[in-house]
């Protein structure tokens, strides 16, 4: 069988799945912070326009709070939580 470039260089595979996972959920942090700025940034625009100061902005950071939230909830696997190992039965 061939051997992944990581086991070529002497690493575990414990090790790589961490810094998988380390990378996808910094990304995700990153795009929570990303949705945050960019409708806020709309919503301040719309407020400077329209001269609503600041309701549009703070909806804008609503809308892109729960937009994110739904993004990162759908990304994240579920826990094992609440899960029973399964009995082995004679």
Same mark, same amino acid.
């Not at 990378?23 to 929570?32: D, I, P, S």
């Not at 549009?56 to 994110?68: D, N, T």
């Given at each position: 069988?061939?051997?992944?470039?990581?086991?070529?260089?002497?690493?575990?595979? $414990?090790?790589?799945?961490? @810094?998988?996972?380390?990378?996808?959920? @910094?990304?995700?942090?990153?795009?929570?912070?990303?949705?945050? @700025?960019?409708?806020?940034?709309?919503?301040?625009?719309?407020?400077?326009?329209?001269?609503?100061?600041?309701?549009?902005?703070?909806?804008?950071?609503?809308?892109? @709070?729960?937009?994110?939230?739904?993004?990162?909830?759908?990304?994240?696997?579920? $826990?094992?939580?609440?899960?029973?190992?399964?009995?082995? $039965?004679?």
């Amino acid at each position: 069988m061939a051997e992944s470039p990581d086991e070529k260089r002497g690493l575990p595979a $414990s090790v790589t799945k961490e @810094a998988v996972d380390l990378g996808r959920y @910094a990304g995700l942090g990153l795009q929570f912070a990303a949705s945050l @700025a960019l409708f806020g940034a709309i919503g301040w625009w719309i407020d400077r326009r329209l001269s609503t100061r600041p309701w549009i902005f703070i909806l804008g950071l609503f809308l892109g @709070a729960a937009l994110a939230f739904v993004s990162l909830l759908r990304a994240v696997p579920p $826990s094992g939580r609440g899960k029973h190992p399964p009995t082995d $039965s004679p």
